[in-house]
T-cell receptor, first 115, second 116 residues
Framework: NAGVTQTPKFQVLKTGQSMTLQCAQD?????MSWYRQDPGMGLRLIHY???????DQGEVPNGYNVSRSTTEDFPLRLLSAAPSQTSVYFC??????????????FGPGTRLTVT | AQTVTQSQPEMSVQEAETVTLSCTYD???????LFWYKQPPSRQMILVIR??????QNATENRFSVNFQKAAKSFSLKISDSQLGDAAMYFC?????????????FGTGTRLTIIP
């Protein structure tokens, strides 16, 4: 089991460029999500998905797009990067909780700098 | 909306001593879950301990334990016999108990330094 993998680990973009942050998990988790971590602000939810074909917005969705065509992959797209999107991005996944609370597994993060 | 507050941006403790990290939260829900995550310099988010709100008994995981005060909406983390490897950012997080609502709401974190 590789767990949750994210690529790339580091990225520098110029303002206006686009890119896709990749996230994959091999645990057959239904739930996947993206967070951003900024100094002094903790982690904030960007988008999430409860299964293939289903996505929804989190707390800070503006400037980001997602899709979920397979259970395993949940890419995050920045269409036109802005300096305000400089952050560390984490992907997380878990089974959907019912009577049992499942642990969310986090990827290693991607540090993105927009100049 | 739920909020999580960690009022201690930084804490330090002597190796082998005990330290307590504070967390308060605000919610109108009666059933929820609370977590403490550790983030070492590697950036990896590691689950330390979790507490179900319906359980009165405080959770314990080896040297880590919590003091859960539901009425006061307080959820502190106690680390006993502190070790150098405990140095990290610690985040408190809240999750609703609603089915399918896996969203975690995080506090702003406490940076813990261990003094040898």
């Amino acid at each position: 089991n590789a767990g949750v993998t994210q690529t790339p680990k580091f990225q520098v973009l110029k303002t206006g460029q686009s890119m896709t942050l990749q996230c994959a998990q091999d645990m057959n988790h239904e739930y996947m999500s993206w967070y951003r971590q900024d100094p002094g602000m903790g982690l904030r939810l960007i988008h999430y998905s409860v299964g293939a074909g289903i996505t929804d917005q989190g707390e800070v969705p503006n400037g980001y797009n997602v899709s979920r065509s397979t259970t395993e992959d949940f890419p995050l797209r920045l269409l036109s990067a802005a300096p305000s999107q400089t952050s560390v991005y984490f992907c997380a996944s878990s089974f959907l909780s019912g009577t049992h609370v499942y642990e969310q597994y986090f990827g290693p993060g991607t540090r993105l700098t927009v100049t | 909306a739920q909020t999580v507050t960690q009022s201690q941006p930084e804490m330090s403790v002597q190796e082998a001593e005990t330290v307590t990290l504070s967390c308060t939260y605000d919610t109108s829900e009666s059933d929820y879950y609370l977590f403490w995550y550790k983030q070492p310099p590697s950036r990896q988010m590691i689950l330390v301990i979790r507490q179900e709100a319906y359980k009165q008994q405080n959770a314990t995981e080896n040297r880590f334990s919590v003091n859960f005060q539901k009425a006061a909406k307080s959820f502190s983390l106690k680390i006993s016999d502190s070790q150098l490897g405990d140095a990290a950012m610690y985040f408190c997080a809240y999750r609703s108990a609603d089915f399918g609502n896996e969203k975690l709401t995080f506090g702003t974190g406490t940076r813990l330094t261990i003094i040898p």
